[in-house]
Every structure is written in C-alpha cells, then in structure tokens.
T-cell receptor, first 111, second 114 residues
Framework: RKEVEQDPGPFNVPEGATVAFNCTYS??????FFWYRQDCRKEPKLLMS???SGNEDGRFTAQLNRASQYISLLIRDSKLSDSATYLC????????????FGAGTRLAVHP | NAGVTQTPKFQVLKTGQSMTLQCAQD?????MYWYRQDPGMGLRLIYY???????DKGEVPNGYNVSRLNKREFSLRLESAAPSQTSVYFC?????????????FGEGSWLTVV
C-alpha cells in the first residue's frame, strides 16, 4: 500500500466548476502537509500548506483530518489555468524529516 | 533568479553506459536532494545531502552514486544505466531539513535508457 494515496483522475470539469481532491496517508508520524501543483513536463511547485484548522488561499481551500488521516483540496470557480496535476505531500518526522509524495491527481478544466 | 539548475534536460543512454546529472543551486541552501518520478508513482528520494560533505541514501539508492562537490553542487551518477532507470529526475534544495514549504526543485532531467 502506498504511504500517500490519491485518486489519479483525470478530473475533467468545465470552467467555473468546483472540484475537490482527496488524499489519504498511512504514516501516523506525519507532521506537516502540503499541496503541490505540477504542470505538464515541469517541476512541482508548492501550492499551499495544509493546517489543522483548515486554510484558504483565494479560490483554494485545504482541509486536514488527522483522526482519519485525510487531506483535501477544494478549488472553486475553476479556471483553464488550473489544469495541472495536484500532488499531496506529507512530511514525516524522524532523524531526518522525509517528504512523501502522492502520485498526483490530474485536473483538466475545459471551456 | 536561477534557483536550482540541473543538466542535461534530456538524455538517451544505452544500457550499460554511464552518465552524471549535474545540479547547482544559488540560494545558499544547506540541503540538496535527488528524486525520481515515474508514471503512477510519487516522487521518490534517491539520495540527499543534509550539508556539504555529507550524503545519505534515500528510498531508492540502488544503481546510483552522488557527490556533494561543494555547497552549491550535488551530482547524481549512473554507473551502468539500466532500462529501469528510465525516469524523470529532479534535483531539489532547501535551507534546512526538507520541509514541504521550503524545498525548491529544478526543472527536471528526462532520461531514457534503451
């Protein structure tokens, strides 16, 4: 079983739609959580951190449920430019903090 | 701002050939990393260097060697390439231990081993 699991998609949505991505993680030592965005044939880039109380950045809302080991990302009013792969990333504490990447969920926003 | 620069961007190798992927960062970061990304899988850590002069194995180190040449540069070497090493390789750096909001990636190197 993968340590970080995501629905691979693709999610095909029209402009203006609301779309939600889910992510589950299995390591209880996970201490920090992030969503990254990766455009086709590009490097991953940080979209937002995920805080226990939930947080919002413009059209993007991230939620964390530690009890269920579940993270979500909600995108409202989707834009064509939101088309990308969204990576769920978990940081596990230890002698050396380790980042564990999900395989990503692909989003395609169409006109 | 250059950030993390890695070369080459594309490379085709024959099985058994060797090559070195180069990476340099200009952000004065202490830690550097090499990841590989394969279809259907998340990025996996190959090797990392927490500081100049130190290197450690990550999740998938077999078939690779690394050198932290100085604070700026961290190279990844494939001594005898195998088709299973066909992948996209990302170099990354961070000021301290990898934290998901302070790690920066290079643009990637696409490697095909035939």
């Amino acid at each position: 079983r993968k340590e970080v699991e995501q629905d691979p998609g693709p999610f095909n949505v029209p402009e203006g739609a609301t779309v939600a991505f889910n992510c589950t993680y299995s390591n209880s030592a996970s201490q920090s959580f992030f969503w990254y965005r990766q455009d086709c044939r590009k490097e991953p880039k940080l979209l937002m951190s995920v805080y226990s109380s939930g947080n919002e950045d413009g059209r993007f809302t991230a939620q964390l449920n530690r009890a269920s080991q579940y993270i979500s990302l909600l995108i409202r009013d989707s834009k064509l430019s939101d088309s990308a792969t969204y990576l769920c990333v978990v940081e596990v504490s230890g002698g050396y903090n380790k980042l564990i990447f999900g395989a990503g969920t692909r989003l395609a926003v169409h006109p | 701002n250059a950030g993390v620069t890695q070369t080459p961007k594309f490379q085709v190798l024959k099985t058994g050939q060797s090559m070195t992927l180069q990476c340099a960062q200009d952000m004065n970061h202490n830690s550097m990393y090499w990841y590989r990304q394969d279809p259907g899988m998340g990025l996996r850590l190959i090797y990392y260097s927490a500081s100049e002069g130190t290197t450690d194995k990550g999740e998938v180190p077999n078939g690779y060697n690394v050198s932290r040449l100085n604070k700026r540069e961290f190279s990844l070497r494939l001594e005898s390439a195998a088709p299973s090493q066909t992948s996209v390789y990302f170099c990354a750096s961070s000021y301290g231990q990898s934290s998901g909001n302070t790690i920066y990636f290079g643009e990637g190197s696409w490697l095909t081993v035939v």
